[in-house]
């Protein structure tokens, strides 16, 4: 899983979480808090506040992987 940090439409930076951790009370507040001041100075040069989103990436199937049954 993934913290990912956007300002806009603009994908900041994301972050890899640990799957044991998300449950832990301040685990993912603290890697929010942590990126608001490494980008405080981005962050105020916007009007609106950052936005965060919590993704699991989706596996594809790789290419030429394809075969019919």
Same mark, same amino acid.
Not at 21 to 40: A, E, M, T
């Given at each position: 899983?993934? /913290?990912?940090? $956007?300002?806009?439409?603009? @994908?900041? !930076?994301? *972050?890899? @979480? !640990? /799957?044991?951790?998300?449950?832990? &009370? =301040?685990? *993912?507040? %603290?890697?929010?808090?942590? /990126? +608001?001041?490494? $980008? %405080?100075?981005?962050?105020?040069?916007? &009007?609106?506040? &950052?936005?965060?989103?919590?993704? %699991?990436?989706v596996r594809? +199937? &790789?290419? =030429?992987?394809?075969?019919?049954?």
């Amino acid at each position: 899983m993934q /913290l990912m940090m $956007y300002i806009g439409n603009d @994908l900041i !930076e994301a *972050v890899p @979480l !640990e /799957l044991k951790d998300i449950p832990r &009370p =301040g685990y *993912v507040g %603290s890697i929010k808090r942590c /990126l +608001k001041i490494k $980008y %405080s100075e981005l962050i105020r040069q916007f &009007p609106d506040p &950052p936005e965060f989103l919590v993704i %699991s990436p989706v596996r594809t +199937k &790789p290419v =030429g992987d394809n075969k019919k049954q």
